[in-house]
């Protein structure tokens, strides 16, 4: 990822992604907005410990350094689930301006429409952005240990492929910051759901330094589901940034002891006339 400071918003992008013409992407960080205490200063997340108006505030502030619209911004209520939602024009600014209207029980967006910023929310969970640059087909997904674990980043290519007809080894994939291999530490009840969902765990779980606990690198894991379904090796890039090590620059629940606010993870198809 390379960092982008523009109207004193940092974001950072993907080099696989940030060179189309037709398309806008960011990952965001901890620089550039107005939240104060655990969630500044960017916070994207509607949460309790946060103002309202200092979360919108901090959307448009990232919409305006993008050059897009705060009602492009487009969420799902992110809940561990496998579930993918592909966004229809009705459902575009789902969430942007209130938690109430952001697609129920969704952890992965696709849409094949202009002017929709498909956008998940991150705080140690793993962020994956896909494109289809021959279908102009995006995708946006949050994958948590359970969604990793359930393979949604595969599923959500699946579903471009069955619903769009993109193929795999054309998709090109962000995986973004997330809880590292460092410091995600689990115990035997995620290294059993890891085994159980992922099959083999060579390369993915390792011990860690204290009894009965283990390291999982939801990296690698995110990356070999997305290989075994026909992505490419050189199409997906790894940001390979832990939240928790740099809590200074991205929201991370570990790293800051549950205080924190959400980065967010975007992608949009531009529209003909600009955003
Ligand atoms: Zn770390």
Redesign the pocket.
Known sequence: MIRVERDRVAYYQFLGLKDFPGLLHFVSGREGGVSVGGQAALNLGFMDEDRVDSVLTNRMLLAGAIGCEVDAFTFGEQKHTTHVEVVSVEQRGAGAREKVTRLPATDALITREPGICLTVLAADCVPVLLYDPREQVIAAVHAGWRGTVGRIAAGTVERMRDEFGCDPRNVLVGIGPS??P??FEVGEEVVGAAREGLGDLQGLVVNGERDGKYLLNLWEANRRQLEEIGVRTSNIETAAV?T??HHDRFFSYRGDRGNTGRFGAGIMLKTEIGC
Do not use: F, H, N
């Open positions: 809880i590292g460092c410091c832990c928790v090590c």
